[in-house]
């Protein structure tokens, strides 16, 4: 590793809308010299450069970790590649649900030389603003070294958490990762309902997105549980209790927060092969 830079150099497969979110906040921090392979292009700042494929990247570079955010269909594209190119890197995996098993076995397909050390995360959009959470997983081969790297790469762009089970990580994104579309579907539904009340809409939508940010930054600040601070919004007999009455019902959000979840988590596993 580059020792006068902040964060170990990368080699980002896959600068999408993951990839790029994370990569705005590492350029942001300081990264060492490092390659972003996407089929699009992409103007990066020097010393970082851009590859279209494998054979587009200097010989001489080696980074410290190969960050691997393509979408997990895609992934044996190029994982059998970077086993013969980069045979003992670590490989950090942002996809949700392909296993170490399963991408060890795809890294070392075409050189059994290949010394795959995998770890995972779940990282999410707002890491593109600082304000990710990201869960991480790591095998028991998976050295301290290894392990701070991802971990300082990921604190960079927000928090990280560390989890014990490799199947946590499908938890991990049904609730965070996913996490944020649940939240900006709130907005689009509460900016719709302002609207149905006679609201103008860009009225509705500001007092949507503010009241959604708001109550974010507020609970950030808070040393209160989430409970509470829903708590100290609802005067008994009032409109908050009448609004809370609906969404709290049994068969309402608690339920379906519920099944939605479940159905990302399943949804993780079937991604996994
Ligand atoms: N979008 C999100 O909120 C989150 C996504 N993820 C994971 O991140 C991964 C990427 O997701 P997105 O960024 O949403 O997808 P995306 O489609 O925006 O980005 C994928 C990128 O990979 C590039 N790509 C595809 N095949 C390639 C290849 N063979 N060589 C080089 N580049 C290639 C594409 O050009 C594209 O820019 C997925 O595995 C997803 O599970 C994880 C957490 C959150
Ligand atoms: O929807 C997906 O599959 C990815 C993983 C978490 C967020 N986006």
Redesign the pocket.
């Known amino acids: 590793m580059n020792t006068t830079s902040l964060l170990p150099s990368v080699l980002l497969?896959?600068?999408?809308?993951?990839?790029g979110a994370m990569l705005e906040g590492w350029i942001r921090h300081g990264l060492a010299p490092s390659v972003v392979?996407?089929?699009?292009d992409h103007t990066l700042p020097a010393p970082h450069q851009h590859a279209r494929t494998l054979a587009d990247i200097p010989a001489d570079f080696t980074p410290d970790i190969i960050i691997l955010?393509?979408?997990?269909q895609?992934a044996d594209?190029?994982l059998g590649e970077l086993g013969q190119r980069f045979p003992t890197t670590p490989l950090l995996s942002?996809?949700?649900g392909r296993t170490v098993e399963n991408l060890a076995q795809r890294f070392s397909e075409a050189n059994s030389a290949a010394k795959p050390t995998i770890i995972r995360a779940?990282?999410?959009?707002p890491c593109a603003i600082g304000a990710g959470i990201s869960g991480l997983y790591a095998a028991p081969t998976v050295t301290d070294q290894q392990k701070q790297y991802c971990d300082q790469l990921l604190q960079a762009v927000g928090e990280t958490v560390w989890v014990e089970q490799e199947d946590l990580i499908d938890s991990v994104t049904a609730v965070s990762?996913s996490g944020?579309a649940y939240v900006f579907l709130l907005a689009e539904l509460m900016e719709k309902a302002g609207v149905e009340q006679g609201l103008p809409a860009e009225t509705a939508r500001k007092l949507a997105r503010r009241t959604i940010f708001g109550a974010g930054a507020l609970m950030d600040q808070s040393p209160l549980d989430a409970a509470e601070l829903r708590t100290r919004v609802t005067s008994p007999g009032g409109t908050t209790a009448a609004a809370l009455a609906v969404l709290m019902a049994p068969d309402a959000w608690p339920a379906t927060v519920s099944e939605a979840i479940q159905a990302a988590a399943r949804r993780a596993k079937e991604l996994s092969s």
């Open positions: 497969v896959g600068c999408g809308k993951m990839g392979m996407d089929r699009h955010a393509v979408k997990p895609k594209e190029v942002v996809m949700a779940m990282p999410n959009t990762g944020p």
